[in-house]
T-cell receptor, first 110, second 116 residues
Framework: SQQGEEDPQALSIQEGENATMNCSYK?????LQWYRQNSGRGLVHLIL?????REKHSGRLRVTLDTSKKSSSLLITASRAADTASYFC??????????FGGGTRLMVKP | SAVISQKPSRDICQRGTSLTIQCQVD?????MFWYRQQPGQSLTLIAT?????????ESGFVIDKFPISRPNLTFSTLTVSNMSPEDSSIYLC?????????????FGQGTRLTVV
């Protein structure tokens, strides 16, 4: 079953703009992860943030985690057309299975 | 890291038939997982496949409909049995390496199944 909710469900921006996606979850976690999916293919891991971390960066990606609010955000800076994809957050509760949020469909227009 | 080869990548099947999806991992992994992604939706876990034991199914999924094999630490299969058009989805296998705390999951490229 889905643990989290993501918003927005869909986001359309111009190339060069920043894109922010939010994820909320319900129960305590070991870590939260963000994945990207192109056109219904396999998922690619983007970034993992542990429950004791508040912010993490990887290239143009910035992830924040607020465990008191049970929420996370993914910021993609200076977006490119190639960033067009679906983005999913996934929560890890017990070190085995991941539970995925509903996803955000991002469209970056050139 | 791990690379997962999943096949077939897509198939169109007649209702009432069965399809077996295979996933091969290039390294030994403790846990493998099978997900279903219905059109326009997120991933829903079908079952966890552990080597040497029966798969553990999530609520709403049963072994008779989705039998799973896990004969060794690098391979698993999922069969979608007695298919109906409602089974049309993308099926994804996933694996996490040994010592899974705070590690990423790796995914196959998915099998896009259409049942007609």
């Amino acid at each position: 079953s889905q643990q989290g909710e993501e918003d927005p469900q869909a986001l359309s921006i111009q190339e060069g703009e920043n894109a922010t996606m939010n994820c909320s979850y319900k129960t305590s976690i070991n870590n939260l992860q963000w994945y990207r999916q192109n056109s219904g293919r396999g998922l690619v891991h983007l970034i993992l943030i542990r429950s004791n971390e508040r912010e993490k960066h990887s290239g143009r990606l910035r992830v924040t985690l607020d465990t008191s609010k049970k929420s996370s955000s993914l910021l993609i800076t200076a977006s490119r057309a190639a960033d067009t994809a679906s983005y999913f957050c996934a929560t890890d509760h017990a070190g085995n299975m991941l539970t995925f949020g509903g996803g955000t469909r991002l469209m970056v227009k050139p | 890291s791990a690379v997962i080869s999943q096949k077939p990548s897509r198939d169109i099947c007649q209702r009432g038939t069965s399809l077996t999806i295979q996933c091969q991992v290039d390294s030994q992994v403790t846990m493998m997982f099978w997900y279903r992604q219905q059109p326009g939706q997120s991933l829903t876990l079908i079952a966890t496949a552990n080597q040497g034991s029966e798969a553990t199914y999530e609520s709403g999924f049963v072994i008779d409909k989705f039998p799973i094999s896990r004969p060794n630490l690098t391979f698993s299969t999922l069969t979608v049995s007695n298919m109906s058009p409602e089974d049309s989805s993308i099926y994804l296998c996933s694996a996490r390496p040994v010592g899974t705390l705070n590690t990423e999951a790796f995914f196959g490229q998915g099998t896009r199944l259409t049942v007609v």
